[in-house]
């Protein structure tokens, strides 16, 4: 690169050479004629611009032999410089020049970079822009001649995040770095040294972890579209039957969060019936057996009951579901499904369809506007809850507590859940539910109802018993187990038995769950 560096500035040093040399000629033999109109060496000049150009006024011509000489180079001169001009305007129109100059000119704007533009990457950008009209989205490789020209500003540029990030100069907000590929972080070369630069960094992954480093954020497509989906359309106290057909990266997320967050009722026993190959997953979460019936509907608790059989010889089952969720990873599968069951099948509950596209009429989720969004992949307001949650924790106690950025995998998620089940909460407390988001003045009514029903004996049992239910489930998800003392590294916990074992003391601890929406409430005015 340096050795290029100085062919260049020689040859540009010799045609300056060249052409200063050509100007003495023609200002020496031009100015000792008394005819001669070009006299100074600033009119020499001047008809060196106006002929190189090819403008031509005429206000100055040579007279002299010599001079007609020179002015004949020029002439000659005049059509390259030119072609070079033009040629070197396109070029640098075409090439990386004037993106860069526009990047340069805009570092006032929030910067928001992709490695690729693909469906995810367009999605995203475009609720970016709905959100933050002084969005400047910038995609690391050149648009396909082929895709359709997005409908917001961007700037298609073949470059690392980091000579990005050397055109921003630290002036205004952060650039943030999407990798929208999963698991890009580990294969694309554009993200080595990301942890290095001043920029945040959201990295989709299918590991489910939250946390790299510092400035790299993971986010899991999968644990989205779930959250998002029991979020929009939560269960109902009358479905004691759900289906899931397709148990793959989707599949497996949905029954996740439905395990976690699904509690309404302390005499609840929901079946849920899973079609799709489950051994891996029971395999992981070991102590499922403790906290569900497996593989036999319980009328005392919740059942999981995993079929190895195709679904389409089970009708009896799929005709008596309150729901039928599809959720196969690959949606022309899902589709196909969904069409034979509304042909052949007398369905009476409600059949849910996984899909990245809405189509009207069809109850459809996962779709990639509500899929990839700021609140799903950045997290400040999906998580905002949890976060309240952990620092009301920390203001509670007097001993030293982590604040949320230095929480583990483990302790987020329990502050997750504990936000998610506040949907649910809400929905108990109300008795609504209809209830499908959370607003300062609806948390504020139900915490109201809280407060004038928690004095009652048998209130009060349920909503500790709810939330010894909500924390049972969690622990024995991620294979936790009693231990008289808490022990984070046996995965073991004083209170991970039956509520009727409990002691006041660790019944009374339940009532916090609820207390804490008293606070939520505040907050989110």
């Given at each position: 690169m340096k050795a290029r560096k100085k062919i260049y500035l020689c040859l540009v040093a010799i045609i300056a050479l060249i052409y200063i040399s050509l100007l003495i000629i023609l200002y020496c033999s031009e100015s000792v004629d008394s005819d001669a109109m070009i006299r100074t060496f600033g009119d020499a000049f001047w008809y060196s611009l106006v002929t190189l150009t090819t403008v031509g006024y005429g206000d100055l011509v040579p007279v002299t032999p010599?001079?007609?000489?020179?002015?004949?180079?020029?002439l000659l001169l005049s059509a390259g410089i030119m072609v070079t001009m033009l040629g070197a305007v396109v070029s640098f129109i075409t090439s990386e020049g004037f993106p860069f100059l526009m990047l340069s000119l805009q570092r006032h704007k929030n910067w928001y970079y992709f490695a690729d533009c693909g469906v995810e990457s367009n999605t995203l950008a475009a609720n970016i822009y709905k959100e933050d009209s002084n969005a400047l989205i910038i995609y690391g490789e050149k648009r396909n001649s082929q895709s359709e020209i997005p409908n917001y500003p961007c700037i298609?540029?073949?470059?690392?995040?980091?000579?990005?990030v050397a055109k921003k100069k630290n002036i205004g907000t952060k650039c943030k770095v999407f990798l929208m590929k999963?698991?890009?972080?580990?294969?694309?070369?554009?993200?080595s040294n990301l942890h290095e630069l001043p920029v945040e960094v959201?990295?989709?992954?299918?590991?489910?972890?939250?946390?790299?480093?510092?400035n790299i954020n993971f986010f899991h497509s999968y644990e989205c579209c779930a959250r998002q989906y029991w979020r929009s359309k939560p269960l109902c106290r009358h479905e004691n039957t759900i289906v899931l057909i397709g148990f793959g990266n989707y599949g497996s997320s949905i029954l996740e969060r439905a395990i976690l967050t699904n509690i309404v009722s302390v005499e609840q026993h929901v079946a849920y019936h899973i079609f799709g190959k489950a051994e891996e997953f029971l395999a992981i979460h070991y102590r499922l057996g403790e906290m569900f019936s497996l593989d036999k509907e319980s009328e005392t608790r919740d059942s999981l009951i995993f079929h190895e059989e195709a679904w389409e010889e089970n009708h009896f089952i799929l005709e008596q579901a309150d729901r039928i969720i599809i959720c196969e990873d690959d949606e022309q599968i899902g589709w196909g499904i969904f069409w034979t069951l509304n042909r052949y099948y007398r369905i009476s509950g409600r059949i849910d369809l996984r899909s990245s596209w809405k189509v009207p009429?069809?109850?459809?989720?996962?779709?990639?506007?509500?899929?990839?969004?700021?609140?799903?992949?950045?997290?400040?307001?999906l998580n905002k809850a949890a976060v309240m949650i952990n620092e009301i924790f920390r203001k509670s106690v007097s001993y030293p507590t982590r604040c949320w950025d230095e929480l583990d995998d483990l302790h987020r998620q329990s502050k997750i859940v504990a936000a998610d089940h506040l949907l649910m909460k809400t929905r108990i407390l109300l008795d609504d539910e209809t209830i499908t988001e959370l607003t300062a003045s609806v948390v504020k009514k139900a915490y109201e109802r809280y407060c004038k029903t928690k004095d009652l004996d048998t209130a009060k049992e349920m909503y500790r018993k709810l939330d010894h239910m909500r924390g049972l489930r969690f622990y024995t998800?991620?294979?936790?187990s009693y231990g008289p003392v808490r022990d984070d590294t046996a995965r073991q916990h004083p209170m991970l038995c039956p509520y009727e074992e409990l002691t006041p003391e660790?019944?009374?601890e339940r009532d916090a769950a609820w207390e804490l929406m008293g606070n939520i409430s505040v907050e989110l005015e």
């Open positions: 010599l001079g007609h000489t020179i002015g004949m180079i020029f298609y540029l073949s470059a690392s995040p980091a000579k990005i999963e698991n890009d972080i580990g294969i694309n070369r554009r993200a959201y990295a989709r992954t299918t590991n489910g972890q939250d946390k790299l480093s510092g009429e069809i109850s459809c989720f996962g779709i990639n506007e509500d899929i990839y969004t700021t609140q799903q992949i950045i997290r400040t307001e998800f991620y294979n936790w660790q019944k009374q």
